[in-house]
């Protein structure tokens, strides 16, 4: 069993940078792959970042990349998304997931626990 939960989220202005972190206990963390993902008002949630366990493999949304950057401290059991040059089309609840596999993975079936979310809000 995992339990994740995130925190930095916030209100910002576009153009503004925030750091996500994902708290995970159990032991089974860093040998997972890490997802985030996010879910604004009236949409589908969607795919924003992975890596692998070893944190060798990154794969992140066309949207987001060169933005943001996933990573993570396995000693800490702590995954973290970067957040830099934030848009207004950014704004969503943001959530963490610890897949069931250690390959990085883009699909959010593939992801066994989630955190509660954290909201980030870009004004502009």
């Known amino acids: 069993q995992v339990h994740l939960i995130e925190t930095g989220g916030g209100l910002v202005q576009a153009g503004d940078s925030l750091r996500l972190s994902c708290a995970a206990s159990g032991r089974t963390f860093s040998s997972s792959a890490v997802g985030w993902f996010r879910q604004a008002p009236g949409k589908e949630r969607e795919f924003v970042a992975t890596?692998?366990?070893?944190?060798?493999?990154?794969y992140y949304a066309d949207s987001v990349k060169g933005r943001f950057t996933i990573s993570r401290d396995n000693a800490k059991n702590t995954g973290y998304l970067q957040m830099n040059s934030l848009k207004p089309e950014d704004t969503a609840v943001y959530y963490c997931?610890?897949?069931?596999?250690?390959?990085?993975?883009?699909?959010?079936?593939?992801?066994?626990?989630w955190g509660q979310g954290t909201q980030v809000t870009v004004s502009s």
């Open positions: 890596l692998s366990w070893t944190g060798d493999t990154t």
């Open positions: 997931a610890a897949s069931r596999w250690r390959s990085a993975s883009l699909k959010a079936n593939e992801y066994l626990y």
